[in-house]
């Protein structure tokens, strides 16, 4: 079979000495987090739920601070809610609680997926220039004359012309398309991305200490020299153990793919995750919009939002997994024409290959 394997121990040998003591306070800390959880889950007395409640917010800023506190001696991993100005960071707080609410429903959660994606497209590019281009829209207003704006925007060009976006499938899917969509407005030529895709998947039957991650080329759509020297972007909603991400890059360097950049776009990474990314690979940066301190035994984030994809894209029958066009079937009208331009390089990258 035609797959490439990466598993745990692999992952874990990237990680410093110092990111395992790190890795392991933090997890120490969620710990203890999870018994207030207990406590306010089982308590039938308003002043012991308060007080638990107090304990953890306390718990949660320690485990903030020093998440921050690692952030700043690593440059690569650029979390929005860290190096944003405080007066924005009510947004990302506000949007990340919607989406890990169980009762936010699929529609309400792509919407929030969309402006997530959004604001981490301004967090990588938007504020690194100083130049701008114009542009100049025809408007519905014809009386008395036919009426044009001028809107000034980042000028991004160079920044853009050299992007491919790089898909790891499923939950990866809508995110890659937004992020695309984003590039292909603010690009004066209306640049509009090739598209790789990537067909991996980690055995979720194993522990998050004996995890696999297979990439099944047989069922990807990618040119290994269409990749050679471009700017690899990568977005998926979460990153809980950076497994996906390290395979397909390591797959690529392996068969003599040099990116000239990487940069990997999340809603929610994981401490770990994002540790073990920057480490795996030198030329990345990680632009997340929140992280998480912990994961569980079966390597998902705590506190998390669940299974991204399935809140995205709807389960899948077991024995009859989508496609990457049947995915995009079912997104629907809103999606479709929103999106009109991706899907039609992707649906080419399938059918062309």
């Keep these: 079979m035609n797959k490439v394997i990466l598993k745990a121990q692999d992952l874990d040998g990237y990680l410093t000495q110092e990111d395992n003591k790190r890795i392991a306070t933090m997890d120490a800390l969620y710990r203890e987090a999870m018994v207030s959880f207990n406590i306010l889950n089982t308590s039938k007395s308003k002043q012991e739920a308060k007080k638990e409640e107090s304990r953890l917010i306390d718990l949660y800023n320690q485990m903030g601070s020093f998440m921050q506190d690692i952030c700043k001696s690593e440059p690569r991993i650029q979390v929005y809610s860290f190096v944003s100005p405080q007066e924005n960071h009510g947004e990302a707080s506000r949007l990340i609680a919607k989406l890990r609410d169980i009762n936010t429903g699929r529609n309400e959660f792509v919407y929030y997926i969309q402006r997530a994606f959004e604001m981490l497209f301004n967090l990588a590019y938007s504020a690194k220039t ?115 991400l390290v395979t397909i890059v390591k797959f690529l360097q392996n068969n003599g793919v040099k990116p000239k ?93």
């Excluded at 809107?151 to 695309?180: E, F, W, Y």
């Excluded at 209306?190 to 200490?209: H, M, N």
Aim: contains cysteine; hydrophobic residues 40%.
């Design 130 to 244: 100083s130049q701008k281009n114009y542009l100049i829209v025809k408007t519905p207003v014809t009386v008395p004359v036919q009426n044009y704006a001028v809107h000034k925007i980042p000028n991004l060009d160079d920044q853009l012309s050299n992007t491919v976006m790089c898909v790891m499938l499923r939950g990866a899917l809508l995110p890659s398309m937004i992020i695309s969509k984003e590039i292909q407005e603010y690009s004066s030529t209306g640049y509009l991305t090739p598209f790789a895709l990537f067909k991996i998947k980690r055995d979720d039957t194993k522990s998050e200490d004996t995890m696999e991650y297979v990439l099944d080329l047989e069922r990807s759509y990618f040119n290994l020299e269409d990749l050679d020297g471009k700017d690899l972007l990568f977005a998926d909603p979460m990153n809980a153990t950076g497994g996906s």
């Design 261 to 353: 950049s990487i940069k990997f776009f999340n809603v929610i990474s994981a401490l770990k995750g994002s540790l073990r990314v920057v480490r795996a690979v030198e030329n990345i940066t990680i632009y997340t919009l929140w992280m998480d301190p912990s994961l569980n035994e079966s390597a998902y984030i705590m506190p998390g939002l669940g299974d991204a994809g399935d809140r995205i894209n709807g389960k899948d029958e077991d024995e009859h997994p989508r496609d990457m066009l049947r995915l995009v079937a079912d997104y629907g009208t809103n999606i479709t024409g929103l999106y009109r331009s991706q899907i039609r390089v992707i649906e080419e990258t399938v059918l062309h290959r």
